[in-house]
């Protein structure tokens, strides 16, 4: 082992080097045991001004803002004092997000489109945050925030038809299914692209101050995604210029098969992101509703007064898999989902209202009955406009249009060229049909 070089420097006897490689704390067959992990009690945690200066803060990237105690009861001094009306809405637009998600799913797997994507377990973090934004305030999130969406009562048809890659597709079968884009619904579109929505949303914010708008911005991305160097950049650019926007980090702890650690999970906090750059950052319970609304109106007023971003590290659970294409049984413990100490986000709002007597379990059963109608029926009218298992929806030549304003020669000469192909081919068949 001793090389020429190691002896004339007099180093043989230093030991060899070596990489530290993160191994999660559970594969399958194990029994999952998260006593480890310190979750402080609701009410802890506390709540300085939205003005505060980020260097008095700096311990909050430590804690963990929670508002529900066990309970289900909430604590000060971070309980938004929602009404009664709100917080059902709240808890409606959670419930519905799943059976969305529920009905889409099997969706996929009835061969009526090629992918989805759930959010189970994780509804809190776009539902409750868009709760506390304004309508007109744009979001820039990942592929797991069709709650945002949902919760800006957005229509679940025009959902569907994206995911369906269906004639009344507004992205004309052009995106991956549940890459949704809506300028109206003030909804970023989505890219595959892990972390390209961080600089953007920065960039954004960035054009609204610099025209004296009010808006704001707000990004979603996963924490497997803070390994990406755009997420770096826009951290930077947000904290030196005080933009007006809401960093959001989903720690759902995996990253399809990669786990927390590999992003430097193990090391420290997500939120501690934002120590090194001077930006404020909280620590938030995400599968904890009040929290999630509390942490997102405390940003947005810092926004919204000219204080700058807030990171925020929203600490949750991947309840299922990746995605459709995804079988988590192979590389984690199956039973985790049902240790994890911060318990189910719809479960824990619904017992929060039944506590204040304003819900119950039958009103909760029976509106589960009403939603999953909906989205049946729902999915039913977007069956109507055509399946993406049933080929191509739009017309064949709509590939090469929209992207510049006036089509340039060579294009119009493929496009040409593959009408033709097309004809020769498939003489009896119109652009439109299916291949
Ligand atoms: C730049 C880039 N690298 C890798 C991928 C492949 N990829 C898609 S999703 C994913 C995991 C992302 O995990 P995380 O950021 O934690 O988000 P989560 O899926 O947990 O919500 C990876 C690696 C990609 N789409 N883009
Ligand atoms: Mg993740």
Redesign the pocket.
Known sequence: MTSEVDSESGRRNLPPLSLHIPEPHYRPGDVADFSNIAIPAAGVTPRPDSAAAAATMRDMVYGLVRVLDDDGKAVEPWDPRLTPERLRAMLRAMALTRAFDERMFRAQRQGKTSFY?KSTG?EAVAVAATFALDREDMCFP???QQGILIARDWSLVDMMNQIYSNKADRLKGRQLPIMYSTREGAFFSIS?????QYPQAVGWAMASAAKGDTKIAATW????????GDFHSACMFATVYRAPVILNV???????S?F?GF?GGDETTFAARAVGYGMAGLRVDGNDPLAVYAATAWAAERARTNHGPTLIEHFTY?AEG??TSDDPSQYRSADEGAHWPLGDPIARLKTHLIGLGEWSDDRHATQDLELAELVKASAKEAEKNGILGHGMHQPFETMFEDVFEEMPWHLKEQSAQMAAERTRKWPDKKSGDPV
């Open positions: 994507m994780e990942s592929y797991r595959g692209n892990l972390a390209t991305c996963g924490e497997g995604s803070t390994a990406e989903v720690n759902n702890q995996w990253a399809i990669s927390a992003a991947r990746h995605s």
